[in-house]
């Protein structure tokens, strides 16, 4: 039998031990990813998902109590600081949920920064790391910088640095967090092709069922333990029954209404705050436990953050409401839901105020400044979520760029107001579409 690319035997690991503080992160965790092998690590938050992957990619090495860490059957425990930075740098590539490009650097150079660290030089990596831009489609983004991508695009360039130094295992942390459904399932592909193609192994880690569709292992976790195994060969089985696992076994405390609203309230509100996700998830759980109405809940979901409501605008509190009666009058599964965001997905706030900028200034003959479209997209922003009034909102626009406004003329900034009210009252949302 060949050695497992990735084994873990009897993992004890602790934060802050011997603290008040102290957690137990993982308990007697051991398990086993054969090389070429699609593994997903999946629960809860806190459940120990990243930390398992801080030990696998050598990130973490210092609280680690019992138990081994054996990547190609060498321990990752015995090794010196040198030996972990090689190891970081040509054995594993990891994806990041928050993308983490450096913003002062090209994504050309973002993807060729890892083969610096191994001495190649400047003229090669850049070929190299073309190639993988090429790949993803991203050769005419190579001299952009971050900030100028979607969450779509960062995805990608990150995918891309993963791979800059030809690593064989590829951990992917929450990868599908800051993405609308389209990119996510792009994202996903991508993965799959990592490894069926490129035979390289990935470790997922997520706690979003419907992303674990190509994981050919699933790991479910709960408190620091692995409470189950799901092989590929029993994974139509898995999917059947996945909504009565997560209910039974996961959150054992937690009633099925609430569950679904956590599941949902992250896909629906990608590109919010914790805290207004947290707002909308309560809204929710009222609404699928029938304890307000369909015109109390949007009635929530449309008041303003700081009046006790979700913050949205009336087309997309109504849209989301639609979704939500559909779903209690068909006693849908988080599973079917997912399905259909995927065909209809919810554009993530941040695309949506991009989008609306070039829609409310499709007029505008001037340039704006990087100052001036950060000061715009923040006022557009505000104004969705009920934070400022339409006066407000008007205000910043005028205010000159001296005395933190925008700075634009009177003219374009009523054509600009008048244009975004009639989106928040839903009077020309299909114009915007």
């Not at 690991?13 to 999946?42: C, M, Q, T």
């Not at 009222?286 to 700081?306: M, V, W």
């Not at 997912?338 to 989008?355: G, I």
């Not at 934070?387 to 003329?409: C, H, K, M, T, Y």
Request: aromatic content about 8%; some cysteine.
């Amino acid at each position: 039998m060949s050695t497992p690319l990735v084994k873990l035997e009897d993992i004890n690991f602790y934060y802050n031990r011997g603290k008040p503080s102290e957690a137990h992160a993982l308990k007697d965790v051991s398990l086993e990813i054969e090389r070429g092998g699609y593994a997903a690590f999946f629960g809860p938050s806190g459940c120990g998902k990243t930390t398992l992957i801080y030990l696998i990619g050598g990130i973490e090495t210092e609280n680690t109590e019992s138990g081994h860490v054996l990547i190609n059957g060498r321990d990752l425990r015995g090794l010196s600081k040198k030996e972990l930075a090689v190891y970081r740098q040509i054995g594993v590539g990891i994806i990041f949920q928050q993308f983490n490009l450096l913003p002062s650097l090209t994504v050309l150079d973002n993807v060729a920064l890892p083969m610096a660290f191994l001495g190649i030089n400047v003229e090669r990596r850049r070929k190299e790391a073309m190639k993988l831009l090429a790949r993803f489609g991203m050769t005419k983004y190579a001299e952009r910088f971050p900030s100028d991508l979607s969450g779509g695009q960062q995805q990608r360039v990150s995918i891309a640095r993963a791979l800059s130094n030809n690593p064989p295992l590829i951990i992917a942390d929450e990868p599908l967090g800051n993405l609308d459904s389209e990119n996510a399932n792009k994202a996903l592909e991508f993965l799959k092709e990592l490894n069926e193609k490129d035979g390289r192994t990935i470790i997922m880690v997520t706690h979003e069922s419907w992303s674990l569709r190509d994981a050919k292992t699933i790991f479910y976790l709960k408190d620091g333990e692995v409470i189950k195994k799901e092989e590929r060969e029993k994974k139509q089985a898995a999917q059947k029954t996945l909504s009565e696992h997560l209910y039974h076994n996961l959150f054992p405390d937690i009633t099925p209404e609430r569950l679904m609203a956590r599941s949902l309230s992250y896909m629906l509100m990608r590109g919010f705050s914790g805290e207004e996700i947290k707002r909308f998830e309560m809204f929710l759980t009222k609404r699928l436990a029938g304890e307000i109405n369909t015109p109390t809940f949007i009635d929530f979901l449309d008041s303003p953050f700081k009046d006790g409501g979700a913050g949205l605008w009336k087309q997309r509190a109504r849209k989301i409401a639609l979704t939500i009666e559909e779903l209690i009058e068909n006693r849908k599964r988080i599973e079917d839901v997912y399905r259909e965001l995927e065909k209809d997905p919810e554009t993530p706030l941040y695309e949506e105020v991009v989008k609306m900028r070039a829609w409310l200034l499709e007029d505008y003959k001037g340039i704006l400044s990087d100052v001036q479209i950060a000061r715009f997209d923040e006022a557009v922003e505000d104004r969705f979520r009920n934070i400022i009034s339409p006066e407000n909102f008007r205000q910043v626009l005028e205010l000159s760029r001296a005395d933190f406004g925008v700075g634009l003329a009177l003219g374009t900034v009523r054509a600009a107001s008048e244009r975004l009210e009639t989106i928040l009252t839903g009077k020309n949302y299909q114009v915007f579409h």
